[in-house]
C-alpha cells in the first residue's frame, strides 16, 4: 500500500484538528499584521500632519543617500523609472521580514518583539529627521504607526495564546472557538492594514489639501507670450504632439515621495556670492510680471529614441531678474539650486543671466497650475541644459557660488558638473515596424534646446533624404519632422538624423547616457510586404 506523505501546513489553513496548534508560524503572522498594520497607520498619518514624516520613503531616500556611487548608478540604468518602486517594495518586504521576527520573540518571551518594532522606528525616525523636511509633527507618523502596529501585535498575541491554551485542553469544542476567534481577528486586522496601507499611500501621494489649492489658483495674466504660430504640428497620427499634456509630461527625479508644499509655505531664498540676499515668498513672485516661454525639457538619461523629453507652455519669472537684484560676485559661475527634498543642481551662471535665454522660475505649465509630480509651487525650466544641471523642481534656495566649491547631487556620483543639450532626434512613426508597399510615413521630433534645428535627414538603407519640418515658436523646443516614402518590398533598416541651426549635424557615434547624454542615430527595422 502507497502512503501519502503528510502535507505541510499552512498558517493561513490549520489543521482540521483545533488542538493541532502551530506554535512560531502564526506568532510571525501576528508580527507580520501587526508591521502592515503600523505601517498603513504611518502612511495615514502622515497624510493628516506632515506628508514628509512617511517613514517608508524616507528610509529610502536614506538608503540611497548611503549608497556608493556606483550602485546608485547601476540601479538607475537597469531599472530606469522603476527604480524607485522596487526600492520601496524591497524596504516594505525588509520590514514585514523584522516584523515576523518580531512575533517569534514575542512569542518567547513578553515584550520581546517591542524591541524589534522599537529598532524599526528608530530607523524611521532618523530617516524622517535627517530628510531635510523635519518637524516635531513629521515625527508623529512614525512613532504613532509603530506604537500601534506594536499594540495589534500584543492584541494578535494574546488570542493566540488563548487558542494555545485551549488546544491544550481536553474540550474540542473550546479549542475550535478559540481559534475561529483569533482567525476572524487576524483577517479582519490584516485586511484593514492592506486596505490602509493602499489608502495610506495614495492619501500621502495626492495630498488633498494642497492639491485642492493647487486647482483652484489661476495663474497671472503673462506680460508675454510665445503665440503657436500656423503649422506648429503636422497633425501626423501617432506623431508626438508639439505641446506634450501634462498627464503624459515624463517625470525623473529621486524623489521617493513627491514633497508636499503648500504656496503659502513655499519661499525663495537667493545666498552665498552676492552683494544682498533675497528672499521670496510666493506671493511676491507671482505678483512680479511673469513671461509665458515654450520650451522642451529632456532628460540625460534619454536613451536614442527614448520618451523622457516633453515640450510645454511655461509661465515663470526670467530667473535672471532676480540675479540681477541679488548681484552676483566677481568669480561667480555657478548657481546651485535646492529642492525641498534636498535634492541639489548647478547650473552656469552665464545661462542663468544670458538676456538671450529665458530660464524661468516656473509657476505654471500647459495653461495651469503646476502638478505636485512637476515641482508645485514653483520649479525651474532653463532651456539648452538636460535636468539634472537645471531642472530643480520644488525649489527653495539659489546660492551663487563656483565649480570649484560646489557640486549638484549627480556630480559626485560620475556624471559631467555641466550638461549641455546633444542634437537629437527619434522617430516616432511608423509605431508598428511593418507595412504595406506604397506610400509610408516616416515622422517624429527633433531637438537642440536654445539652438534649433534647421534639417533634419531620414535615411533609408544608408540613402539620405530631406524631412519637411514644422514650424517652431523659437529654438528653444523640438521640431516636428516627416518624410513620405515610397516604400518597396523588403527589410529596410531607417534612420534619422538632425542638423542644428549652426550646421553641426548629429553624430552617428553611439554612446550612453553617462556621463553627459547619450548620442547616435535613432535606427529601426521596417519590413515591407
Not at 108 to 124: E, I, N, T
Amino acid at each position: 500500500m502507497t502512503q501519502t506523505a503528510p502535507r505541510a501546513e499552512s498558517p493561513l489553513a490549520p489543521a482540521a484538528d483545533p488542538r493541532a496548534f502551530p506554535t512560531g508560524r502564526w506568532a510571525e503572522v501576528c508580527g507580520v499584521v501587526g508591521g502592515l498594520a503600523g505601517m498603513a497607520i504611518a502612511d495615514l498619518l502622515a497624510w493628516a500632519l506632515a506628508p514628509s514624516g512617511a517613514p517608508v520613503p524616507a528610509v529610502g531616500s536614506m538608503i540611497i543617500d548611503l549608497l556608493p556611487a556606483g550602485l546608485v548608478n547601476w540601479g538607475k540604468e537597469t531599472l530606469g523609472t522603476a527604480d524607485k518602486p522596487v526600492l520601496l517594495v524591497i524596504i516594505v518586504l525588509g520590514v514585514l521580514a523584522l516584523c515576523g521576527l518580531a512575533g517569534r520573540l514575542e512569542q518567547r518571551r513578553a515584550y520581546g518583539g517591542g524591541l524589534v518594532f522599537a529598532a524599526v522606528a528608530a530607523v524611521g525616525l532618523v530617516a524622517v529627521l535627517t530628510g531635510g523636511q523635519s518637524s516635531i509633527r513629521a515625527v508623529v507618523p512614525t512613532v504613532g504607526g509603530l506604537l500601534l502596529g506594536y499594540l495589534l501585535l500584543r492584541a494578535l498575541m494574546l488570542r493566540r495564546e488563548r487558542w494555545s491554551l485551549a488546544a491544550a485542553g481536553p474540550d474540542p469544542d473550546a479549542a475550535r472557538m478559540a481559534r475561529r476567534t483569533f482567525l476572524r481577528w487576524t483577517g479582519v486586522v490584516a485586511a484593514a492594514a492592506a486596505v490602509g496601507a493602499v489608502a495610506g499611500r495614495a492619501l500621502v501621494a495626492t495630498a488633498g489639501a494642497v492639491e485642492e489649492a493647487r486647482s483652484r489658483f489661476r495663474l497671472p495674466t503673462p506680460t508675454r507670450r510665445d503665440p503657436l504660430p500656423a503649422g506648429v504640428d503636422l497633425g501626423q497620427e501617432g506623431l508626438s504632439p508639439y505641446v506634450t499634456p501634462n498627464a503624459d509630461f515624463y517625470r525623473i527625479d529621486t524623489a521617493l515621495q513627491v514633497p508636499i508644499l503648500s504656496a503659502d509655505d513655499w519661499s525663495l531664498t537667493i545666498t552665498g556670492m552676492v552683494d544682498r540676499e533675497i528672499t521670496l515668498s510666493f506671493a511676491d513672485l507671482v505678483a512680479l510680471p511673469l513671461v509665458e516661454h515654450v520650451a522642451t525639457l529632456t532628460c540625460v538619461s534619454n536613451e536614442v529614441g527614448g520618451d523622457l523629453i516633453g515640450n510645454a507652455v511655461w509661465l515663470g519669472l526670467p530667473i535672471r531678474q532676480l540675479l540681477a537684484e541679488a548681484g552676483p560676485r566677481a568669480g561667480a559661475d555657478m548657481v546651485l539650486s535646492t529642492s525641498e527634498d534636498g535634492w541639489t543642481a548647478g547650473t552656469p551662471l552665464e545661462a542663468l543671466t544670458d538676456p538671450d535665454r529665458l530660464a524661468l522660475l516656473a509657476v505654471g505649465m500647459n495653461g495651469e497650475a503646476l502638478p505636485l509630480e512637476h515641482g508645485y509651487p514653483v520649479r525651474m525650466v532653463v532651456p539648452g541644459l538636460y535636468g539634472y544641471v537645471s531642472a530643480t523642481k520644488w525649489v527653495r534656495e539659489l546660492k551663487v557660488t563656483t565649480f570649484a566649491e560646489d557640486q549638484g547631487y549627480w556630480t559626485p556620483l560620475g556624471w559631467a558638473a555641466q550638461g549641455p543639450i546633444k542634437t537629437g532626434s527619434r522617430i516616432d512613426v511608423p509605431r508598428r515596424r511593418s507595412a504595406a508597399a506604397g506610400p509610408v510615413v516616416v515622422a517624429g521630433v527633433a531637438w537642440d534646446q536654445h539652438t534649433g534645428i534647421a534639417k533634419v535627414e531620414v535615411g533609408i538603407d544608408g540613402d539620405w533624404r530631406e524631412a519637411e519640418l514644422a514650424e517652431v515658436t523659437g529654438p528653444d523646443t523640438w521640431r516636428q519632422w516627416r518624410y513620405r516614402w515610397d516604400a518597396t518590398p523588403g527589410s529596410h533598416e531607417v534612420a534619422v538624423r538632425a542638423t542644428n541651426a549652426e550646421g553641426s549635424t548629429q553624430t552617428a557615434d553611439l554612446a550612453a547616457p553617462a556621463p553627459d547624454g547619450a548620442s547616435g542615430w535613432h535606427t529601426i527595422t521596417v519590413d515591407i510586404g
